[in-house]
Structure formats: C-alpha cells, structure tokens
C-alpha cells in the first residue's frame, strides 16, 4: 500500500467539524473582519500532576494541572477559538502513573478538554494494551501517522490526522512518533511499525492541504528538537518538507520562549515551538487570518 493511500484509509471517519464552514484555501480572501486562531500546547509532561515544591531546585513553585487548568479556562474566556494540544509523553515521572497506570492522566486531561494528542516514546511504558485499557478515561483522541498499528489492539483507534474547523478556518493536525527501536522494549510496543516521518509528514501535510482543504496545519511531533548529526529532529523535518505551518514538538524537552521560525523546501516560513517539560509552560500561538494571508504570535506561559 502506498504511504499516502496508508494515511487516508486509516483517517477515514477521523474529521471533527465544530461549526461554521470550511475556506477554500490561504489564498481565497476571508469576508468581514480578521478571524483568530489560538493554539494552547505542552509536551511531555510526564505524570505531573502537583506543583513542584517551594524548595525545588529548578522548578520551584512551577507547573501543576490545577493550575494550568486556570490557564487554559481564563484564554478561552477571552478567546473564541482555541484548540488545545499535546505532543506527547503524557506518561511517567511520578507515583501516579505507577499506581493508577495513566487512568488520572487520562481523566485531567479530559477534564482540561484537550483536542488532540500524539504519542511519546513513554507512553508505551506499560505496553500498548496497557495503553489501549485507559483510552476510556480519554475524551479527546490520538494522532501518530508514522506509526503503523494496523497488527495492534490500536488499529482504528489512533488516527493519522484530525481536523477540527473554527470560526471557519479548517485546521489539519497530524502526528509523528519518534522511532521506538532502542528506546522502547520490543514487547511493550509489539507489532508497531515504525515509518519514515519525513516522508510521512510530506504526505499528511499534502493529503491535508489538497484533499482535506485544510486552510492551518499543524504537526503534534514527538521527534525531539535538534540533535547533533542526521537524525531527524524538527528541524531536520521543517526543512525537508512543505505545507506545514506549525510543528509543535516534544521529546527532548527544550524550553523555547517563543517560536523558531524555520524555512521549509519550498523557502515558505514554518514555526516550531516546544515549551519543554512536567507542564511547566503552556505553550501559546496566535494565528490571524485576514484578506487572504495569515499571521502570528507565539509565547510560552510560566504555569505558576
């Protein structure tokens, strides 16, 4: 089966309309006044559901989900149109993933109303069935297009790509798994099959731009930022692809304070942000579209 085939057989039945109509394309003129877009986003947060201590060496005081919970509540007070994203690791780092196994994880972030998610190489750490046995406790659902799940208990399940539609701008929002091999116990992920993201996500963002007329694409990334040689990071991915706006990333857990704007293949601007560990920050990023073009402010917030 051709890998762009792949993507939309195992997307089917994936979009998710939440009012209004889907715009052509960047290029078609929007009419009456400026529409806006927020993105709200965080990253291996690990099981994190307390604050860090007052005597905490690095993080004092920092992160904790009630917290972020009053973030998130007091930006969609002031803004309609707020998506709301994970990109990954939501597992281990603390004693409530060993006792409860991902179960209050799964429920806060339903609480929170997360859109979206992809997976982290930790959120295998007890198996994928152990995985699959807390998705009832999550409302919101997964996206890895790189990973093949079709001869696992998660075929069907996590989709390749949703899209959601805001005030009439369609946004795509794939995602990319990094490479389990090495990092995960051949056991815990079975008969996963890992794929080559960049070819992937040239394909998604494809699929996504021309079949799925999607006018923001975003891709939730799980490959790490930057590393040293050829490995692919998100660098390494804007600069190999096109038709992506946004990557947000996670893996290696780097504090940006705003995002990195990159040049893709085709010499077009990409962002990429990653607002680093144990939801610390809550990653936020405006997009404006007007007449036709489209524009945008990121910054990470201190969850304090």
């Not at 179960?103 to 995985?131: A, C, P, Q, R």
């Not at 998100?234 to 992506?244: G, Q, W």
Request: glycine share 10%; aromatic share 10%; hydrophobic share 40%.
């Amino acid at each position: 089966m051709k890998r762009r085939d792949f993507i939309q057989k195992t997307a089917a039945g994936s979009a998710l309309v939440i009012g209004g109509l889907s715009l052509s394309s960047f290029d078609a003129p929007l009419p009456g006044k400026a529409k806006k877009i927020t993105i709200l986003h965080t990253n291996d947060v690990h099981s994190h559901i307390d604050p860090f201590a007052a005597d905490d060496p690095k993080f004092p005081n920092l992160g904790g989900a009630a917290r972020r919970a009053t973030l998130i509540e007091q930006v969609r007070r002031e803004e309609p149109n707020v998506l709301l994203l994970d990109a990954g690791d939501i597992f281990q780092g603390t004693p409530y993933f060993n006792y409860y196994g991902g179960e209050l994880e799964f429920k806060i972030m339903s609480m929170l109303k997360y859109d979206l998610s992809t997976m982290g190489n930790h959120d295998f750490d007890n198996g994928i069935e152990g995985f699959y046995k807390q998705l009832p406790n999550a409302s919101f659902d997964f996206a890895v297009a790189n990973y093949d799940f079709s001869k696992t208990v998660l075929d069907g399940i996590v989709k390749p790509y949703k899209t959601f539609i805001k005030d009439g701008i369609k946004i795509g929002v794939f995602g990319l798994g990094i490479e389990l091999a090495g990092l995960v116990d051949k056991k815990m992920y079975k008969e996963t099959v890992y794929l080559n993201p960049v070819e992937i996500a040239q394909d998604s963002s494809k699929i996504l731009k021309e079949d799925e007329k999607c006018d923001l694409i975003i891709c939730l990334s799980h490959l790490g930022y930057e590393y040293r040689g050829d490995k692919v990071s998100d660098k390494v991915l804007a600069a190999n692809t096109k038709d992506i706006d946004l990557i947000i990333g996670g893996h290696t857990h780097t504090f940006l304070d705003k995002p990195v704007i990159e040049k893709n293949s085709a010499g077009e601007d990409v962002l990429i942000n990653q607002v680093g560990c144990y939801g610390i920050n809550l990653g936020r990023i405006d997009f404006t579209f007007e007449k036709g073009s489209k524009k945008h402010i990121g910054k990470a917030i201190s969850v304090a």
